[in-house]
T-cell receptor, first 113, second 111 residues
Framework: DTGVSQDPRHKITKRGQNVTFRCDPISEHNRLYWYRQTLGQGPEFLTYFQNEAQLEKSRLLSDRFSAERPKGSFSTLEIQRTEQGDSAMYLC???????????FGPGTRLTVL | DAKTTQPPSMDCAEGRAANLPCNHSTISGNEYVYWYRQIHSQGPQYIIHGLKNNETNEMASLIITEDRKSSTLILPHATLRDTAVYYCIVRVQYTGNQFYFGTGTSLTVIP
């Protein structure tokens, strides 16, 4: 399968711990997006990369959050000093330039105890 | 990006057409209408998009009113697998930034 993959699919952590999620986009896609989704809500944009450059960040992305895409391929999203309010599904999507469709991965479900 | 309004939930009998409405009264001339759906515990899936003409693909049809202030997504023969949350989104095409998802319409297909 050559779709967007995310790892891990589920993560349970204690408050105050750091967590890191990985996203592998579709190989030829140069754009990569991170979204967060809480129960009963639609996905909310967090940040966007074109190749390795992080071009846009939402105000939702506090200084405890950092995202990287070092070689313009896979991306990581790190949350430091997790809080219970960080519990959510973290979705990654990718697209190619000039195309309208974003392809989403299955998401990583984070539970902060 | 323009705001959209959708009913929170709808039911549809299996085998019948599901018609999902969306209001986007503040849409601007260069904004497209996109539809995505999200089946439980999965990432959103693209369905269809359009500017002002009606569009059809293998999944659905999109009917946009002449004034472009509203649209309807039509699933012609709903199946149980179509049970999902459907999101209507408007945005300028070919921009690199995000989609603004609202809360969508939760469609339940009833056997």
């Amino acid at each position: 399968d050559t779709g967007v993959s995310q790892d891990p699919r589920h993560k349970i952590t204690k408050r105050g711990q750091n967590v890191t999620f990985r996203c592998d986009p579709i190989s030829e896609h140069n754009r990569l997006y991170w979204y967060r989704q809480t129960l009963g809500q639609g996905p909310e944009f967090l940040t966007y990369f074109q190749n390795e450059a992080q071009l846009e960040k939402s105000r939702l992305l506090s200084d405890r959050f950092s995202a990287e895409r070092p070689k313009g391929s896979f991306s990581t999203l790190e949350i430091q000093r997790t809080e219970q309010g960080d519990s959510a599904m973290y979705l990654c999507a990718s697209s190619s330039s000039g195309h309208f469709e974003q392809f989403f991965g299955p998401g990583t479900r984070l539970t902060v105890l | 990006d323009a705001k959209t309004t959708q009913p929170p939930s709808m039911d549809c009998a299996e085998g019948r057409a599901a018609n999902l409405p969306c209001n986007h009264s503040t849409i601007s001339g260069n904004e497209y209408v996109y539809w995505y759906r999200q089946i439980h515990s999965q990432g959103p899936q693209y369905i269809i998009h359009g500017l002002k003409n009606n569009e059809t693909n293998e999944m659905a049809s999109l009917i946009i009113t002449e004034d472009r202030k509203s649209s309807t997504l039509i699933l012609p023969h709903a199946t149980l697998r179509d049970t999902a949350v459907y999101y209507c989104i408007v945005r300028v095409q070919y921009t690199g930034n995000q989609f603004y998802f609202g809360t969508g319409t939760s469609l339940t297909v009833i056997p």
